[in-house]
């Protein structure tokens, strides 16, 4: 069984790729490299001893999608991965994230000529701040607060709408929670374009010494420290999700449009994973309380029973593994830097 992994190459991608190669499949990854390192590869190698087949392409490209698919006719399933993150720069510019989230989809779609099994990325930023806590799959969509939420949120309309009139689409949506850590190996991690936004990589960044004091926005919510709370789920696991939602497709049991929420269903402060970084690690970090981020919601944890149940999987590291995968990969890094 082949799978195709858009934007493998990145973060969660290439720890899924792993956990695929693990599971048996084989893998096609198509990536334009537009935030990731083609070094990634040789990594996979290292921890799998298998290197996947690569394909640099721009989903974008109508024409180079069709002929890839012209040429990979032999794919069982698609996890697509492929597309811009950065809820900062979606304000900026939404042209870009419009143009690049739904172009490399529709083309997707297009070239597999809606018959395909696939896996779509997308987040619990599409729940924004939820009424009612740990939020099911049922739970209202809210208005985005960004052009990236608004593309996650129209890209499961476009995939639900089109499953309702082709019966040989077959689509899990998983909503991931917060993803941090990296593989035991650190030979794959998170490569953060820049300053980061996300909270772990900048605790990271500030503890080896690339950063000053963490800023920590906000601590007047209505949670019991202050600080604004978050399901985060270790890398690994949600790329074992991924190949769980495979299998499900491949069982043909379900609907042919599933939501799954991927997280642990706990919520954690900010300052408690402060906290959780100094006890795993034994670094000190220095961060000063800010003022609120524009944009950010008071607390999400997910409500995960649909996914433990239907897709038999379950979050299994903890806090600490998260902290310390992360902190022992920038340590990597800083020896080897991509
Ligand atoms: P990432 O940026 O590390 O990986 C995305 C990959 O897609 C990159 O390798 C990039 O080069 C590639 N890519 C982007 N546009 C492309 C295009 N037009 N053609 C070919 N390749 C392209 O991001 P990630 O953190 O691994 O996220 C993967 C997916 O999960 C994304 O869809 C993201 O929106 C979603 N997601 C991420 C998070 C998170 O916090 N990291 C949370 C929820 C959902
Ligand atoms: C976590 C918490 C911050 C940095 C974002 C996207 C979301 C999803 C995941 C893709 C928040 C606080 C952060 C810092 C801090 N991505 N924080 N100081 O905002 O939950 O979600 O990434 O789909 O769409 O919005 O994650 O890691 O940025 O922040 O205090 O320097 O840490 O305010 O409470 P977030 P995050």
Redesign the pocket.
Known sequence: MKILVTGGTGYIGSHTVVELFNAGYEVVIVDDLSNSDIKILEQIEKITGKKPDFVKLDLCNEKEVNDFAAQHKDISGIIHFAAF?A?GESVQEPLKYYRNNFYSLINLLTAYNSKVKLVF?????VYGQPDVLPVTEQAAVKKA??P??NT?QIAEEILQETCAVKAELEVIVLR?????GAHHTALIGELPNGI????????TQSAIGKRNS?????DDYNTPDG????DYIHVVDLAKAHVAAIKRLESKLGDNYEVFNIGTGKGSS?LE?INAFEQSTGEKLKYTI?K??E???EQ?FGDVAKANKILGWKAELDINEMMNSAWKWEKYLKDNPF
Do not use: H, M
């Open positions: 993150k809820v990325s997308s987040s619990c930023t607060e960004s990236y939420g996650k991931y929670f917060n993803p941090v980061p936004q996300n909270l772990v990589p900048f605790i963490i800023t920590v926005y906000g600080s604004a709370i978050r900010v994973i800010g609120r981020r944009g950010d919601i999400t």
